[in-house]
T-cell receptor
């Protein structure tokens, strides 16, 4: 039973380009969360999705960031017109249900903006 | 606003020692508390999940306790080993924002052989 799969593991983008980060949840999990870990900072919640629906996006920057979790395929975190401050590790997690099950994390995508 | 604090920020112990990591949170309205381990350059591994109605959970050499009324949790590691070296994170699941975890800054543990 594969865990949460994230790709790519490392992504380098120049300022102004777009970054697309993919996450395939564990089999049977329909709840997906994205977190960001900035250098020397803790993990910060970004967005919570449940198949085709955004449940909570209170941690997402208002501009340039978007997330989706389509009926078929992986969840995508999209960052448009990247800036140096977007450089961070982006982690995806999935769970079986909303409150009773542990979150299982992927190994993250490390985004570097040059 | 929920805030999670972990003390100490870093800890170095000789192999074989028993140790305690501390986590405190400001709002007791939580669904659960989870302890994770993060190795350098890697993702998080879930260690223990304690529901808000529970007092403790055990897995092997790990024991986590929860005192919701005082906003505290501890992670006890028995007979520490060099392989336990990692950053340990605690996180609380915020009530009425189900699934959203608020993380502490972590405790970086180093176990010396």
């Amino acid at each position: 039973n594969a865990g949460v799969m994230q790709n790519p593991r490392h992504l380098v983008r120049r300022r102004g380009q777009e970054a697309r980060l993919r996450c395939s949840p564990m089999k049977g999990h329909s709840h997906v969360y994205w977190y960001r870990q900035l250098p020397e900072e803790g993990l910060k919640f970004m967005v919570y999705l449940q198949k085709e629906n955004i449940i909570d996006e209170s941690g997402m920057p208002k501009e340039r960031f978007s997330a989706e979790f389509p009926k078929e395929g992986p969840s995508i975190l999209r960052i448009q017109q990247v800036v140096r401050g977007d450089s961070a590790a982006y982690f995806c997690a999935s769970s079986l249900d909303r409150v009773n099950s542990p979150l299982h994390f992927g190994n993250g995508t490390r985004l570097t903006v040059t | 606003k929920q805030e999670v604090t972990q003390i100490p920020a870093a800890l170095s112990v000789p192999e074989g020692e028993n140790l305690v990591l501390n986590c405190s949170f400001t709002d007791s309205a939580i669904y659960n508390l989870q302890w994770f381990r993060q190795d350098p350059g890697k993702g998080l591994t879930s260690l223990l999940l304690i529901q808000s109605s529970q007092r403790e959970q055990t897995s092997g050499r790990l024991n986590a306790s929860l005192d919701k009324s005082s906003g505290r949790s501890t992670l006890y590691i028995a007979a520490s080993q060099p392989g336990d070296s990692a950053t340990y994170l605690c996180a609380v699941s915020v009530y009425n924002q189900g699934g959203k975890l608020i993380f502490g800054q972590g405790t970086e543990l180093s176990v010396k052989p």
